[in-house]
């Protein structure tokens, strides 16, 4: 099984970005007239509330994986997963279905079975507070993990398809990147996600 990741992320040299700490807002085409789809995520630590990350996704530069999103959330595969993977100075990861009550050492590396979205790689840049899919070494085989960035991290523009955004509750991203964790980046107690469609 290969672990579902942002490839190479500690080797990036990212300790000078640690610090981009403003929410950077993407402009991203729009379809005249429609409005972008939006999600709430609920985020529990250790059953107690933290907050919740409000996201705008992007059909118009990213629609399979958009739709793929969508899809997941109408059926509630997200509750009750993790952010299974904490790596301050870079992204937070979740959306992994092993995280709900599969073992620890099983999260990251998602369920076989799952359909494989191809790459929709854009002119999107990941910075601050983007949300983009997470995939192994071979650009297809993003499913429903995803990651959010804690910084600007333009190494990875062009690798990993950009999806949608955080529009509020950076200060809730900030919040899961400071929970403490193993060595494996990966939290000592659960950082749980329920996430519902607003519009």
Not at 150 to 161: E, F
Not at 170 to 183: G, K, L, N, T, Y
Request: proline share 7%.
């Amino acid at each position: 099984m290969r672990r579902l990741a942002v490839v190479g992320c500690v080797l990036l040299g990212l300790a000078g970005l640690s610090g981009a700490c403003k929410s950077a807002t993407v402009s991203a085409p729009n379809a005249v007239g429609k409005e972008r789809p939006r999600y709430a995520i609920t985020v529990t630590h250790s059953g107690r509330s933290i907050g919740e990350i409000l996201v705008e996704l992007f059909p118009e530069v990213a629609p399979l994986h958009c739709v793929n999103f969508d899809s997941l959330v109408n059926v509630g595969f997200y509750d009750g997963t993790a952010f299974h993977r904490i790596v301050p100075g870079f992204v937070i990861q979740g959306g992994d279905p092993n995280s709900k009550t599969k073992p620890r050492e099983t999260w990251g590396f998602g369920d076989p079975l799952q359909r494989r979205i191809p790459a929709e790689f854009n002119h999107l840049s990941h910075k601050r507070g983007i949300v983009s899919a997470a995939r192994s070494s071979d650009p297809n085989s993003a499913t429903s993990q995803f990651f959010i960035c804690l910084v600007d991290v333009p190494q990875l523009d062009g690798k990993y398809t950009v999806f949608g955004q955080v529009v509020s509750g950076m200060d809730v991203v900030d919040a899961i990147a400071a929970v403490p964790r193993d060595a494996r980046d990966n939290p000592l107690e659960k950082v749980e996600m329920r996430i519902r469609r607003l519009r």
